[in-house]
Nanobody
């Protein structure tokens, strides 16, 4: 069973920073693409950032220049450094990987940006 496990969320003021982490220990992590998604209240889940096995990165336009995705293959860990947070970034953030023909999701972690 593949179970991504997220950590690092919480409450932060506008303009602040958080770093999310996601451990995916059950797979050969370095050969798979991994992603961060988020779902804000009342909205659909959206792809925030992804990094493939070659290290190629993509971001949704709304986070470009503020968020940085990275991976540490030795630790089987995916990161999302979030700077310049705004209330619009408030959401549950999910780690995702596609393995063996199936999508695997973490349980999600709440990020709240509020004064």
């Amino acid at each position: 069973q593949v179970q991504p496990v997220e950590s690092g969320g919480g409450l932060v003021q506008p303009g602040g920073s958080l770093r999310l982490s996601c451990v995916v220990s059950e797979i050969t992590f370095e050969i798979y693409d991994v992603h961060w998604y988020r779902q804000a209240p009342g909205k659909q889940r959206e792809l925030v950032a992804g990094i493939d096995a070659r290290g190629i990165i993509n971001y949704v336009d709304s986070v470009k220049g503020r968020f940085t995705i990275s991976r540490d293959n030795a630790k089987k860990t995916l990161y999302l450094q979030m700077d310049g947070l705004t209330p619009e970034d408030t959401a549950v953030y999910y780690c995702n990987t596609f393995y063996g023909g199936l999508d695997y999701w973490g349980k999600g972690i709440l990020v709240t940006v509020s004064p």
